[in-house]
């Protein structure tokens, strides 16, 4: 079973869509879960750190449920410059920042 | 903003050459990282480097890959007698602190073998 695993996607949606995805993690003992996003060849880039509690930045909102090893974003009002690959990513029980990523899910936000 | 600048942005080389990646690190981060990522694969993990020591390592990180902190503001991965299978994107990052401090990636080096 792969670490941190996503659906690759593609999701086209249109502008002003809500859009989701999910991820979930195989390691129960994993600490910390973030939600990256990368555009095509560039570095990846903190989008936002998901909790417990679920936490909302904007359009986003991040949801951990962790007795069912599972995370989820939700996109609000899609824009064009959504458009780009979003990131699931893990740290695993040492403390070293040691980041898991998942392969991405890749959106397209279509006018 | 301060950022994580790597060097060289591309860089070719030839199969069974060794080749040195550069990475500046954000200058009050304690924390450095390499990562690799395949075309059209996930990003995967290397090496965590601490207080001048690596703390964890991968199982891509064999004896071929190693890192140094020459002086107090670089930080560089070395990889001995490159395959063509090494040719990947290569990011640097670093965090302020380990477990779950915000890691910053650099642009990345591209690194293709030939």
């Known amino acids: 079973r792969k670490e941190v695993e996503q659906d690759p996607g593609p999701f086209n949606v249109p502008e002003g869509a809500t859009v989701a995805f999910n991820c979930t993690y195989s390691n129960s003992a994993s600490q910390s879960f973030f939600w990256y996003r990368q555009d095509c060849r560039k570095e990846p880039k903190l989008l936002m750190s998901?909790?417990?509690s679920g936490n909302e930045d904007g359009r986003f909102t991040a949801q951990l449920n962790r007795a069912s090893q599972y995370i989820s974003l939700l996109i609000r009002d899609s824009k064009l410059s959504d458009s780009a690959t979003y990131l699931c990513?893990?740290?695993?029980?040492?403390?070293?920042?040691?980041?898991?990523f998942g392969q991405g899910t890749t959106l397209q936000v279509k006018p | 903003e301060p950022e994580v600048t790597q060097t060289p942005s591309h860089q070719v080389t030839q199969m069974g050459q060794e080749v040195i990646l550069r990475c500046v690190p954000i200058s009050n981060h304690l924390y450095f990282y390499w990562y690799r990522q395949i075309l059209g694969q996930k990003v995967e993990f290397l090496v965590s480097f601490y207080n001048n020591e690596i703390s964890e390592k991968s199982e891509i990180f064999d004896d071929q890959f190693s890192v140094e902190r020459p002086d107090g503001s670089n930080f560089t991965l070395k990889i001995r007698s490159t395959k063509l299978e090494d040719s990947a994107m290569y990011f640097c990052a670093s965090s302020w602190g380990g477990g779950s401090t915000e890691a910053f990636f650099g642009q990345g080096t591209r690194l293709t073998v030939v």
């Open positions: 990513v893990v740290t695993p029980s040492s403390n070293t920042g040691k980041l898991i």
């Open positions: 998901v909790y417990s």
